[in-house]
């Protein structure tokens, strides 16, 4: 299985923006990037997801890398709501619709 | 918005009880996933259903099983509980298995087994 690196925890300030790294040196060709977040005592839930081309939605912005072995998700006015656990999954054609879940990035938010 | 609930937040059961985890989705999707998440060890694919009364095994079936009688319905079920399965259990359901589909969250269940 391809796998993701990221760091174990960020902080940020409010209103600032934060770029959110995720390493994926052994993407194949057919992986699809994806990013989910975790708020405490909540289930996870999309953020934002890409193959090969950079993509922005109303929550984030998702900047892919020419050579695909890395991604960084992008908040670009951090609020205090967004503090929360980041995942980069990569998912493949083998796996299907299962998602896999690594540690994550934590996020803080200081006011 | 797609509204995926899950029966109760907090639950405290003995060893050896069987345990009934409910799963409801609104949004008509096919499938459905039970994951389990534990400090350390990430969220861990337990069963899916693509469909009703189908079900495959995902990375750590055992001590589980699954019945799906209606598409919005996806049951998790502890034979006999026991103390290892004290956890945060997470269902989920997407409309298609199609690499692109999200898969949308309920807000978990946290087992205590004692």
């Known amino acids: 299985d391809a796998k993701t690196t990221q760091p174990n925890s960020m902080e940020s300030n409010e209103e600032e923006p934060v770029h959110l790294p995720c390493n994926h040196s052994?993407?194949?060709?057919?992986?699809?990037i994806h990013w989910y977040r975790q708020l405490p005592s909540q289930g996870p839930e999309y953020v934002i997801h890409?193959?090969?081309s950079n993509v922005n939605n109303r929550m984030a912005s998702l900047a892919i890398a020419e050579d695909r072995k890395s991604s960084t998700l992008i908040l670009h006015r951090a609020t205090l709501r967004d503090a929360a656990v980041y995942y980069c999954?990569?998912?493949?054609?083998?796996?299907?619709?299962?998602?896999?879940f690594g540690q994550g990035t934590e996020l803080s938010v200081k006011p | 918005d797609v509204k995926v609930t899950q029966s109760s937040r907090y639950l405290v059961k003995r060893t050896g009880e069987k345990v009934f985890l409910e799963c409801v989705q609104d949004?008509?999707?096919?499938?459905m996933f039970w994951y389990r998440q534990d400090p350390g060890l990430g969220l861990r694919l337990i069963y899916f259903?693509?469909?009703?009364?189908?079900?495959e095994k995902g990375d750590i079936p055992e001590g589980y099983s699954v019945s799906r009688e209606k598409k919005e319905r996806f049951s998790l079920i502890l034979e006999s509980a026991s103390t290892n399965q004290t956890s945060m259990y997470l269902c989920?359901?997407?409309?298609?298995?199609?690499?692109?589909?999200?898969?949308?969250f309920g807000p978990g269940t946290r087992l205590t087994v004692l």
């Open positions: 890409g193959l090969t």
């Open positions: 259903s693509y469909d009703v009364k189908m079900k």
């Open positions: 052994t993407i194949s060709g057919t992986d699809y």
């Open positions: 949004m008509d999707h096919e499938n």
């Open positions: 999954i990569l998912r493949d054609e083998i796996q299907g619709g299962k998602l896999i």
């Open positions: 989920a359901s997407s409309l298609g298995l199609n690499l692109q589909n999200t898969q949308y």
